[in-house]
């Protein structure tokens, strides 16, 4: 069955327009549960049109707690918030790297990720995010280290993308230029969650050092990024996080720095990663990737899971990536990622668990 809109409404970033398509796709999709499982279509691979996809994750690793129902269809409610977000500005013709941004944004306000709204805390009990986005048409990079008054990371790594000659801004510095840009309006309480403020307060009684006092909580888990193909066939990647529980204040991660945790170039490939961000700046773990595409004629499958599972260690994270044609590639070797993409056919699926572990499944002809 197919199934098709009119939408009138003209796409503009950031915009209460583009929220109320966002609910809409998301109740269509409540209403149309195949939507849901059907696998992803070989199409633009034989097709010379590559076709809009994105991709998405909320972080790899052990998901803490009981997987009960109800709290599996939060994950899967919030990732297709994301997709929903992405795939609209790709289906009205939007550019890849809108739309990596808008999906993340979204993530960043999910308390259940570790990133924005959830991100976990320093040793000092205080928050310190990292974000990236890499536009592949011109592979011209935005980068915040260290930030800690901006809700959403990724928009001020846009602004440094867009309206600087620089890649990366951290510390003191990245909230200036977050608040003069009117993109830091938020307090250090707004990112507290419950579960984070537990693992700190663990880990600073085996240090030795006394508790933390205790705020407000809520819950979340795993960093978060967003990788997508548009209908020019641009790439573009953005990943954003919360970093390391328990971190030394000043700790950087793989995600700020581009080809370790965040890549995209045209006509190559379009990744974000999720793991371990030491091993992953170590051996340039995204730009890994590219190299293996470019320089051995391995497909953006093959080359994820040559480094996922030969470069880096067992449980050492996860990536998604996108290439110029075909589907997405989404692979990991811990416990679970949570993850999902949506492409130009109507193909939607979320997932959390091993299922799918390498990609998504393509449907037989």
Same mark, same amino acid.
């Given at each position: 069955?197919?199934?098709?809109?009119?939408?009138?409404?003209?796409?503009? #970033?950031?915009?209460? *327009?583009?929220?109320?398509?966002?609910?809409?796709? %998301?109740?269509? %999709?409540?209403?149309?549960?195949?939507?849901?499982?059907?696998?992803?279509?070989?199409?633009?691979?034989?097709?010379?049109?590559?076709?809009?996809?994105?991709?998405?994750?909320?972080?790899?690793? $052990?998901?803490?707690?009981?997987?009960?129902?109800?709290?599996?269809?939060? =994950?899967?409610?919030?990732?297709?918030?994301?997709?929903?977000?992405?795939?609209?500005?790709?289906?009205?013709?939007?550019?890849?790297?809108?739309?990596?941004?808008?999906?993340?944004? %979204?993530?960043?306000?999910?308390?259940?990720? /570790?990133?924005? #709204?959830?991100?976990?805390?320093?040793?000092?009990? $205080?928050?310190?995010?990292?974000?990236?986005?890499?536009?592949?048409?011109?592979?011209?990079?935005?980068?915040?280290?260290?930030?800690?008054?901006?809700?959403?990371?990724?928009?001020?790594?846009?602004?440094?993308?867009?309206?600087?000659?620089?890649?990366?801004?951290?510390?003191?510095?990245?909230?200036?230029?977050?608040?003069?840009?009117?993109?830091?309006?938020?307090?250090?309480?707004?990112?507290?969650?419950?579960?984070?403020?537990?693992?700190?307060?663990?880990? &600073? /009684? @085996?240090?030795?050092?006394?508790?933390?006092?205790?705020?407000?909580? #809520?819950?979340?888990?795993?960093?978060?990024?967003?990788?997508?193909?548009?209908?020019?066939?641009?790439?573009?990647?953005?990943?954003? $996080?919360?970093? #390391?529980?328990?971190?030394?204040?000043? &700790?950087?991660?793989?995600?700020?720095?581009?080809?370790?945790?965040? =890549?995209?170039?045209?006509?190559?490939?379009?990744?974000?990663?999720?793991? %371990?961000?030491?091993?992953?700046?170590?051996?340039?773990?995204?730009? @890994?990737?590219?190299?293996?595409?470019?320089?051995?004629?391995?497909?953006?499958? *093959?080359?994820?899971?040559?480094?996922?599972?030969?470069?880096?260690?067992?449980?050492?994270?996860g990536m998604i990536a996108v290439g110029p044609v075909g589907i997405p590639a989404m692979t990991f070797s811990t416990k679970a990622m949570s993850r999902g993409y949506a492409d130009a056919?109507?193909?939607?699926?979320?997932?959390?668990?091993?299922?799918?572990?390498?990609?998504?499944?393509?449907? @037989?002809?």
């Amino acid at each position: 069955m197919s199934h098709t809109f009119d939408l009138p409404i003209r796409f503009g #970033r950031h915009s209460a *327009q583009l929220a109320c398509i966002v609910f809409l796709f %998301i109740t269509f %999709i409540a209403h149309n549960p195949s939507l849901g499982s059907e696998p992803l279509s070989n199409k633009a691979e034989s097709n010379s049109d590559p076709g809009w996809t994105i991709a998405i994750h909320g972080g790899a690793g $052990t998901i803490a707690g009981e997987m009960t129902a109800a709290r599996e269809t939060v =994950y899967h409610t919030a990732l297709r918030r994301a997709l929903a977000a992405g795939s609209y500005v790709l289906a009205e013709g939007g550019a890849a790297v809108d739309a990596v941004e808008e999906a993340v944004r %979204i993530l960043e306000n999910e308390p259940i990720f /570790n990133a924005g #709204r959830g991100a976990v805390m320093t040793i000092d009990g $205080t928050f310190e995010l990292d974000a990236a986005i890499m536009d592949g048409t011109n592979m011209k990079t935005g980068a915040v280290a260290g930030i800690k008054v901006a809700s959403n990371p990724i928009s001020v790594a846009r602004a440094v993308m867009d309206q600087t000659d620089h890649v990366l801004i951290g510390g003191p510095a990245a909230d200036r230029f977050a608040i003069d840009k009117g993109l830091g309006s938020v307090s250090q309480e707004y990112f507290f969650t419950p579960s984070r403020f537990e693992a700190i307060q663990n880990r &600073r /009684n @085996q240090q030795g050092l006394p508790p933390l006092e205790n705020p407000v909580k #809520r819950d979340s888990q795993g960093t978060v990024g967003a990788v997508a193909r548009d209908q020019a066939g641009n790439l573009a990647a953005a990943t954003s $996080t919360g970093g #390391r529980s328990g971190k030394m204040s000043g &700790r950087i991660g793989d995600t700020p720095i581009a080809g370790a945790g965040n =890549y995209a170039q045209n006509g190559v490939v379009a990744v974000s990663g999720t793991g %371990i961000g030491e091993e992953f700046i170590r051996h340039s773990a995204s730009a @890994q990737v590219a190299w293996f595409i470019k320089h051995s004629n391995l497909t953006v499958q *093959q080359a994820t899971e040559k480094v996922i599972h030969e470069i880096l260690k067992p449980d050492d994270g996860g990536m998604i990536a996108v290439g110029p044609v075909g589907i997405p590639a989404m692979t990991f070797s811990t416990k679970a990622m949570s993850r999902g993409y949506a492409d130009a056919s109507g193909n939607v699926q979320t997932m959390i668990g091993p299922e799918g572990t390498s990609s998504p499944k393509a449907s @037989q002809p």
